[in-house]
Nanobody
């Protein structure tokens, strides 16, 4: 059974950092593009970032570009988004998901192209 589990969320002050994790079971994450999405209260889920299966190319939505950095740990079958300089507009439930198709050279964060969603991890930014 394919499953991904997010962790690492929590409460952080504005300007602080968090490192989230997305760990796979029943699936080798290296073979797939992995996407990160977030949903704030009252808003639709939006794509944030992704990392491609081959060449580990990354994509970042404009609002997080320069602040978030996503990487893989092959041995742990885990993808880590490092989130720095968190802002008041970043709080949300953050989800990872597995691209439905074979991984490619580049990734994109089109929600309908991902499945096997995790349960999410809450990120709160507050002073």
């Amino acid at each position: 059974q394919v499953q991904v589990v997010e962790s690492g969320g929590g409460l952080v002050q504005p300007g602080g950092s968090l490192k989230l994790s997305c760990t796979g079971s029943g699936v080798t994450l290296d073979y797939y593009d992995i996407g990160w999405f977030r949903q704030a209260p009252g808003k639709e889920r939006e794509g944030v970032s992704c990392i491609s299966a081959t060449e580990h190319n990354t994509y970042y939505e404009d609002s997080v570009k320069g602040r978030f950095n996503i990487a893989r740990d092959h041995a742990k079958n885990t993808v880590y988004p490092q989130m720095n300089n968190l802002r008041p507009e970043d709080p949300a439930v953050y989800y990872c998901a597995v691209y439905k198709f074979s991984g490619g050279r580049y990734c994109a964060i089109v929600e309908s192209e991902y499945d096997n969603w995790g349960q999410g991890t809450q990120v709160t930014v507050s002073s």
